[in-house]
């Protein structure tokens, strides 16, 4: 593939010194790199994942390779931000690369636009990628101290690109948070998931104490202080401690969704998908609707129970 080195024998690729050089003639000597430090430096960055000599390159640019396909078309990279954690970027060239962008791929939780022209180097694409890593760090120490210290029922397995987490702070109660990616201390949108009876009490203490909201703390820290709470902490309790099945198809998980319709009778509370809910409330002759809600009859109890359709059709 044009405008990427290919591998040699021992499995790693070098990008070639100028023309002038020894180096690229293929000096006999074992270790040219000594005495072409510089020349190869200043034209065009070492691409030595793991060898046994020395790269001759400033380490935060060393591209470290995770696979290739043979001709070159599509290029897996990964890196490691400041807090240690990996992050991979495939790269896809096209045909007419160099002259035409390839095309990345990265899991990042907003757009990842490279800037280039036809003569940048993959190196200059895989620059942008660690700046953009490094800029995205404090999302994602907010997020992992979210995942590690409190019981995330949504999503169950959160990718870096994730920005919402739904998280229990009850029996079948939880808060659904919406984190900005660029500046993730700040208040983030928030709903209530759960019986009106639990989760009213946390609005109003939400709007009376919103003042407290400091951005120099974790956002973890913020909701405590603001919410007047402890969430349920993962080395005490079990996720079966305040997450029930469904109560009318019998099962947490749906289609990737969980409850999170709850009954408010308090002696009562049990939870239901939206959408069995909505198959139940639209089967019951009594039931009735207006607008975007129906009304009728909780399955388990019989009490009144009302659901709000949400924007997504269920």
């Not at 046994?52 to 897996?76: N, Q």
């Not at 954690?85 to 690369?97: G, S, V």
């Not at 409850?259 to 408010?264: A, F, N, R």
Request: hydrophobic share 35%; glycine share 4%.
């Amino acid at each position: 593939m044009p405008g990427f080195p290919p591998l040699n024998a021992a499995g790693t690729a070098h990008v070639q010194c100028p023309s002038g050089s020894k180096a690229s003639r293929g000096s006999k000597d074992r270790k040219p790199w000594r005495k072409r430090k510089r020349a190869c430096c200043t034209s065009a960055p070492c691409f030595c994942p793991r060898t046994e000599r020395k790269p001759c390159m400033k380490d935060s640019l060393r591209l470290r390779l995770v696979s290739a396909d043979s001709c070159f078309s599509t290029i897996k990279l990964k890196a490691e931000d400041a807090s240690g954690r990996e992050h991979l970027i495939t790269l896809k060239l096209k045909a007419k690369y160099p002259a035409e962008s390839p095309d990345c791929f990265v899991d990042f939780p907003v757009s990842f636009s490279v800037s280039r022209t036809p003569q940048s180097s993959i190196i200059s694409i895989y620059s942008q990628f660690l700046a953009a890593l490094e800029s995205f760090k404090a999302f994602w120490d907010v997020m992992d101290e979210i995942d590690e210290k409190t019981w995330v029922l949504e999503p169950e397995k959160p990718t870096r690109s994730a920005t919402a987490r739904r998280i229990a702070v009850g029996h079948n109660a939880s808060i659904n948070i919406e984190v900005d990616p660029r500046h993730p201390t700040m208040l983030p949108e928030c709903c209530f998931l759960g019986a009106d009876h639990v989760v009213k009490p946390l609005g109003i203490k939400l709007s009376r104490n919103i003042h407290l909201w400091d951005p120099e703390n974790t956002l973890l820290q913020n909701l405590k202080d603001v919410l007047e709470i402890d969430f349920p902490a993962r080395a005490i309790l079990e996720k079966s401690d305040f997450s029930m099945d469904c109560g009318i198809c019998y099962a947490f998980q749906l289609d990737g969704a969980i409850p999170d319709q709850v009954c408010d009778n308090p002696q009562c509370g049990q939870p239901f998908h939206q959408i069995c809910l909505y198959e139940w409330l639209r089967g019951l002759q009594t039931s009735r609707q207006s607008f975007n809600i129906l009304f009728g009859e909780c399955p388990y109890c019989s009490k009144p129970i009302t659901l709000k359709m949400s924007g997504r059709k269920p």
